[in-house]
């Protein structure tokens, strides 16, 4: 497993830009498969985006429907950082982002504490 810290959540305006980073510690975390989700309020949590290793010398990245095009995920092994930029922000995308991380995508056995994203409107 790999302990994983989300930060920059905050308040911002519809159609404004966010950018959330999930720091990890531990082993192996090139390899791992990470991923966002968010959970809005009397809602079920819900994937945004994840990004796995190829197999090759790259990432595959892949997104829900409702943020492609909007959010982006990138990772930094150097400093073993996620990231999730968001933009053109609607007040739908109102939630409390998580980052999870494991050695399989969509087989998520680290999780953050969360980071809470508010979009007025």
């Known amino acids: 497993q790999v302990q994983l810290v989300e930060s920059g959540g905050g308040l911002v305006q519809a159609g404004d830009s966010l950018r959330l980073s999930c720091a990890a510690s531990g082993r192996a975390f090139s390899r791992y498969a990470m991923a966002w989700f968010r959970q809005a309020p009397g809602k079920e949590r819900e994937f945004v985006g994840g990004?796995?290793?190829?197999?090759?010398?790259?990432?595959?990245?892949d997104y829900a429907d409702s943020v492609k095009g909007r959010f982006t995920i990138s990772r930094d092994n150097a400093r073993i950082t996620m990231y999730l930029q968001m933009n053109s922000l609607k007040p739908d995308d109102t939630a409390v982002y998580y980052c999870?991380?494991?050695?399989?995508?969509?087989?998520?056995?680290?999780w953050g504490q969360g980071t809470q994203v508010t979009v007025s409107s």
């Open positions: 990004i796995r290793w190829s197999g090759s010398i790259s990432y595959f990245v």
């Open positions: 999870a991380g494991g050695a399989h995508a969509g087989s998520y056995d680290s």
